[in-house]
């Protein structure tokens, strides 16, 4: 269970991990099932890579929405639950009749202030340690070590978590062609969103700027939402524009 794949708008490394691994246990000859929301023009279930992925409610309705379809195709037909915790968990211990694990990329904290209006930031900060705690006593995965440490200060034991790496899933390659950028320029890779603060990306490079006269910035993700036409409007009132794309 978790509330987005890979084909999602707002698909981001968490699902590429997600994918990843769900390809590699196919490989192995399990059978794997992902619940997750729907968003517009979406089928309701499709299949890719060897798993199934079945599409149900919305950002916030898919929690409960993931519930009923536990109850109605997935009890008594799987062997272990994976509730992902990317913000807020499914609490499928709490229903789930085969044994859980909860798969945790990282825990929000700070992330809620970047996210959420001041006070919905500030009661999702004093919540997120609430329902770990209440989520500790089982099995947990994460992709660091100071994500573990984060989980076993809230009540996690160390035995209990494993930490995987990020198993990409691109094959390396065999050569790097050489490319000269023929000046230096720094790289803003990922989705333009406040918790990826990219507007400090920006001062940060036009302060650099001062220094180094020849430096450039690019800038490449997404800029959908309020954030990225702040950043857009940023990037057009810089005095720097035309040594940033």
Request: positive net charge; aromatic residues 8%.
């Amino acid at each position: 269970m978790t509330w987005k794949d890979r084909d999602h708008p707002r698909a981001g490394g968490a699902e590429a991990v997600n994918e990843a691994l769900a390809a590699r246990l196919v490989a192995m000859g399990h059978e794997v099932t992902f619940v997750v929301a729907g968003f517009p023009g979406a089928a309701a279930e499709i299949q890719r890579d060897g798993f199934r992925v079945v599409r149900v409610g919305g950002r916030l309705s898919v929690y409960p929405r993931a519930w009923r379809q536990y109850r109605s195709t997935l009890r008594g037909n799987v062997d272990v639950v994976v509730d992902e915790m990317n913000t807020l968990p499914f609490f499928a211990r709490w229903y789930a009749k085969e044994p859980t694990v909860l798969f945790a990329h990282q825990l929000a904290r700070s992330v809620w202030f970047h996210e959420l209006p001041a006070a919905l930031g500030a009661f999702g900060w004093m919540l997120e340690p609430l329902y770990v705690r209440a989520l500790s006593r089982q099995t947990a995965v994460t992709i660091s070590e100071s994500t573990k440490r984060d989980l076993v200060r809230h009540g996690f034991r160390s035995e209990a978590i494993t930490v995987l790496s990020q198993l990409g899933h691109a094959p390396a390659a065999a050569t790097l062609p050489h490319k000269s950028w023929g000046r230096p320029t720094l790289l803003a890779f990922g989705s333009v969103r406040a918790m990826k603060r990219t507007l400090h990306v920006l001062r940060a490079f036009e302060i650099a700027k001062r220094a180094l006269p020849e430096l450039k910035l690019v800038i490449a993700g997404s800029t959908d939402g309020s954030y990225g036409e702040r950043v857009v409007e940023a990037v057009r009132a810089s005095e720097h524009r035309g040594s940033i794309r």
